[in-house]
């Protein structure tokens, strides 16, 4: 069964305290990973999209990376307005736009 | 442009009744498609368009039915309201329906959702 775990599903830290978050997929040919920032009350954000393991992609503090299991999220120096949910979603290998969305970190950052 | 626009922002319903969640987009985007977010199991989708005329059922398609008549209005009805559709529904859209080796994914662009109560 195709499925996104994501891991930890609520995460507290200190403002400029680094750290990871983590999407681990069993999808039957992945063609793609995303990631989504949702905040309370809005749709998901695209943040990033990544095709192959070993590649990575940046925007200010946000650096996302993928193998051929699981992708990370690595929040360097965070600040508060970092604060939201963070979604992961598999593009399925059919010929359509099918993604298949993991439950989401809760990310919190306290001044 | 006003990207995504849903209506209502929020609805209660009781069992039973039908109602259609509005779904509108200014982007000239090919593929429109409805998920529903609940809490510990992620966004499922519902059904999506490839272009106007053209709807096929996602992953939890039951009671819900679309259409799509425009390039720019992707309208979601349910037919007999249950307590289990109580949900936050989601409406995307993006450029090309494609998902082409070698070629850029066309992203998503989620709208603000409805949030649906049924009793």
């Known amino acids: 069964e195709d499925q996104v775990t994501q891991s930890p599903e609520a995460l507290r830290l200190q403002e400029g305290e680094s750290s990871s978050l983590n999407c681990s997929y069993t999808?039957?040919?992945?063609?793609?990973l995303f990631w989504y920032r949702q905040d309370p009350g809005k749709g998901p954000e695209f943040l990033f999209t990544?095709?192959?393991a070993g590649e990575e992609k940046e925007k200010e503090r946000l650096k996302a990376t993928l193998t051929k299991k699981e992708s990370f999220l690595h929040i360097t120096a965070p600040k508060p307005e970092d604060s939201a949910t963070y979604l992961c979603?598999?593009?399925?290998?059919?010929?359509?736009?099918?993604?298949?969305f993991g439950t989401g970190t809760r990310l919190l950052v306290s001044p | 442009n006003a990207g995504v626009t849903q209506t209502p922002k929020f609805q209660v319903l009781k069992t039973g009744q039908s109602m259609t969640l509005q779904c509108a987009q200014d982007?000239?985007?090919?593929?429109m498609s409805w998920y529903r977010q609940d809490p510990g199991m992620g966004l499922r989708l519902i059904h999506y368009?490839?272009?106007?005329?053209?709807?096929d059922q996602g992953e939890v398609p039951n009671g819900y039915n679309v259409s799509r008549s425009t390039t720019e209005d992707f309208p979601l009805r349910l037919l007999s309201a249950a307590p289990s559709q109580t949900s936050v529904y989601f409406c995307?859209?993006?450029?090309?329906?494609?998902?082409?080796?070698?070629?850029?994914?066309?992203?998503?662009?989620f709208g603000p959702g409805t949030r649906l109560t049924v009793l």
């Open positions: 995307a859209s993006s450029y090309s329906a494609a998902a082409i080796p070698g070629l850029p994914f066309n992203e998503q662009f």
């Open positions: 999808v039957s040919g992945l063609r793609g």
């Open positions: 990544l095709y192959s």
């Open positions: 979603a598999a593009l399925m290998n059919t010929g359509f736009q099918k993604l298949v």
């Open positions: 982007m000239n985007h090919e593929y």
């Open positions: 368009s490839v272009g106007a005329g053209i709807t």
